[in-house]
């Protein structure tokens, strides 16, 4: 069987097990167990279906059995489980992705001793405490093996647990053991925790998934933090199984009352959210503020001559030609703008480290996930392992990345990387202060563990070579707010409007609006859930939903500007200009001098063809505003529509001398031809044409649609033929 049809199998059998189609799913599974030949299975679902049919038989006979229920989730358990092992098996024999190459390579360290693995790694640690002992040479020379050693065993570890099968109660014992070794109660841990959320994602395991559970206690931030991660991933994956396992559940109830759990929770999800703009970030650097960047420098070099940069005198000063510059560029706006991003926790450092990933470290899969430490290469190297040291403070820089910073650093000519050593340093030690005035209101701010994780899934998920071989977690749905088992975790106020807020902020509207929607259940009076609600609906283009909440916002808020305001123009757009007149002449009465509304108010005098009265507040917009040339337009249409030619064809003048779009010159062509000059009017449409990049065909589209009003101008219908080949001829 192709990896493809495996998995067809293998979601349908889910999906017949999810709509209580246990008969449809037996027979599937009888299939998938058909090509792995295996007898065991066989026989397990064979006494599985004899069970289902004692149930079934007991049922038509009439026979009242109090234990159906717990019989029946039973077997549903069991055919879930029997379908994974199948899968399981039928992909590592068929399956050329990652993770079955390198089960079928590992073969040999799934089923290792797990026992020699926890006593191997107390072994090492021992050892690193007597390293840590010595001094000079001699600890350098010791160190590096021994760093050798640690970092072999955590692969060994990480694939141990990655490309293991399901479980025993004894080998999740041992696995338990060794999460809490309190002889290394960070960098271990981490391995085993990403490694068995890999392998969930991959395929279900409850032994694991307790595992998981029970690290979300770790007194440990990093562990901790990464077993909570790892659970809203595992919810959101196996949402539809969870009531089958009561051991799940039990955990997940104890954990839901421990307010620290939630808060994290609701962190993951935010950095999630965020993690949605990285692209768009990344874009953004690379086509606004790059080119900026690459725009200034020339005009920084023609201030600026090396001279004057190596001169001592002044040597401590910043250039105040530089700022000005930034300022005058806008450079300094762009440049604001993604600290404040940064602030905030997006990430804007992911186009930075893109084409850093090549290094072989990364060729390991455990080392896009690694706690940083001080890599091999700065034992016994002062200024490496300076660098390595700042570096393991940062927190604004992912572990994947800092691993990718130092291997890039450390291969540096060493005058160059001494400079760069020197002032990432003296960066980081600035960041560090600013990151200390800022990360005062936890509530607001993700934690950085959190972040930096999220970020080390996001480097593997979207930079690995053989990123094509794993579901993208970060393109996987429904959003996690829509998880029964998530969102109960995140259903308190404070959580929801946290979580709509950064939707609404982010302008994702359909997920802010959902979230908007729960806490109007028990915010059923606040006006301003109804405005956002309502603004949100307007964006997705729902139109006559947006003015309900409008209209209930007004309700509660009969006073309010905004609110108004937006029940006119949605009025407008929904082509109920009499409507939209109403509430703009309310938004008049509470702004009388805002010349926005003017200008709507005409616009829908305009769409009501009252034109004179749409005349008066044009003109009064125009007499009002500096910026003139925003009512030249409604008052020509107006004067042409209303037969004054000449005050048409002086304001179309005006705007042709401006800044003229095609409407304009068509328009001035369309007063020509009404009053009866035809030759002036073919320039002008010629004009037209040419501005709207059109094709002959489709330009005289456009002018047949103002058809009707030349009718009322006096043009004869039967001459409109004519007067549209004059026009082809004059383009041709």
């Not at 070099?301 to 560029?329: F, H, V, Y």
């Amino acid at each position: 069987m192709t990896k493809q049809e495996i998995q067809k199998y293998f979601e349908t059998i889910t999906q017949s097990l999810e709509q209580k189609k246990l008969k449809d799913a037996f027979d599937l599974l009888a299939f998938l167990l058909s090509q792995l030949q295996n007898w065991q299975l066989q026989e397990e679902l064979n006494e599985l279906q004899n069970t289902y049919k004692t149930m079934l038989l007991y049922l038509s006979q009439g026979i009242n059995d109090p234990g159906r229920e717990k019989i029946y989730n039973n077997l549903v358990r069991s055919v879930y489980q029997l379908t994974d092992t199948a899968v399981l098996q039928l992909k590592t024999a068929n399956d050329n992705s990652f993770f079955y190459e390198k089960r079928r390579a590992y073969r040999y360290l799934v089923s290792e001793n797990t026992r020699q693995l926890v006593s191997t790694w107390e072994d090492m640690a021992g050892k690193i405490a007597l390293v840590d002992l010595l001094e000079g040479d001699e600890k350098s020379a010791q160190s590096k093996e021994l760093e050798k050693q640690r970092e072999a065993l955590l692969r060994k570890v990480f694939y141990s647990v990655w490309l293991s099968g399901v479980w025993m109660t004894e080998e999740k014992d041992k696995w338990t053991t060794l999460l809490n070794n309190q002889l290394d109660t960070v960098f271990l841990p981490c391995i085993l925790i990403t490694s068995i959320l890999l392998n969930l994602l991959e395929t279900f395991d409850e032994k694991k998934a307790i595992l998981l559970f029970d690290a979300a206690h770790s007194e440990t931030p990093e562990v901790r933090e990464r077993a909570i991660v790892g659970i809203v991933l595992f919810l959101r994956k196996y949402n539809n199984r969870l009531p089958l396992y009561v051991g799940i559940t039990e955990r997940l109830n104890m954990l839901a009352e421990n307010p620290a759990f939630m808060h994290q929770v609701r962190h993951v999800l935010l950095q999630f959210i965020l993690s949605r703009e990285t692209e768009k970030i990344t874009r953004k650097i690379k086509n606004e503020l790059l080119p900026e960047v690459m725009k200034m420098a020339p005009k920084l070099g023609e201030k600026l001559t090396l001279d004057d940069l190596m001169n001592d005198a002044g040597m401590d000063e910043k250039n105040p030609e530089w700022q000005t510059r930034l300022i005058e560029s806008g450079l300094q706006d762009k440049l604001q703008e993604f600290s404040e991003l940064q602030m905030e926790g997006a990430d804007v450092m992911h186009s930075s480290f893109i084409h850093l990933k090549n290094y072989a470290f990364f060729n390991e899969p455990a080392n896009w996930f690694s706690l940083f430490s001080i890599p091999n290469e700065a034992i016994g190297n002062e200024e490496l392992m300076k660098l390595a040291d700042v570096l393991t403070d940062a927190t604004l820089l992912c572990n994947s990345d800092k691993y990718s910073f130092f291997l890039s650093v450390s291969q540096m000519p060493e005058n160059y990387r001494t400079t760069m050593i020197k002032q990432f340093s003296s960066e980081n030690d600035s960041m560090r202060e600013v990151l200390k005035e800022d990360l005062h209101n936890p509530s607001q701010t993700i934690d950085y563990r959190i972040r930096q994780y999220i970020q080390d899934l996001y480097r593997f998920y979207k930079l690995h070579p053989r990123r094509a071989d794993f579901d993208d977690i970060f393109e996987s749905r429904p959003e996690f707010y829509k998880v029964p088992a998530i969102n109960r975790l995140i259903k308190d106020n404070e959580s929801l409007h946290i979580i709509g807020e950064y939707y609404f902020n982010k302008n994702y509207f359909e997920e802010a609006d959902d979230i908007f929607q729960m806490l109007l259940k028990d915010e059923p009076n606040n006006d301003v859930l109804y405005q956002k609600r309502g603004y949100c609906l307007q964006m997705t283009d729902h139109l006559d939903e947006a003015l309900e909440c409008y209209r209930r916002a007004e309700l509660l808020n009969a006073n309010n500007s905004w609110t108004i305001k937006k029940l006119a123009y949605c009025n407008r757009l929904l082509k109920q200009p009499e409507e939209a007149l109403l509430y703009y002449k309310k938004a008049e009465q509470l702004s009388p001098d805002n010349l926005s509304i003017q200008l709507n108010i005409g616009h829908c005098y305009l769409e009501l063809e009252d034109y004179d009265q749409a005349l008066k507040y044009y003109f009064k917009v125009e007499y009002l505003t500096k910026n003139k040339e925003k009512a030249w337009r409604p008052i020509a249409w107006c004067s042409f529509l209303t037969g004054k030619y000449k005050q048409a064809a002086d304001y179309y003048n005006k705007i042709i001398e401006k800044n003229p779009n095609a409407s304009d010159y068509l328009n001035a062509g369309h007063i020509e031809l009404v009053i009866g000059k035809m030759e002036k009017a073919l320039p002008l449409y010629k004009s037209a044409f040419e501005k709207s990049k059109q094709f002959p065909k489709d330009f005289i589209k456009t002018f047949l649609q103002d058809v009707p009003e030349l009718l009322k101008a006096g043009i004869k219908e039967d001459d409109i033929p004519f007067i549209t080949d004059r026009i082809l001829y004059e383009l041709s």
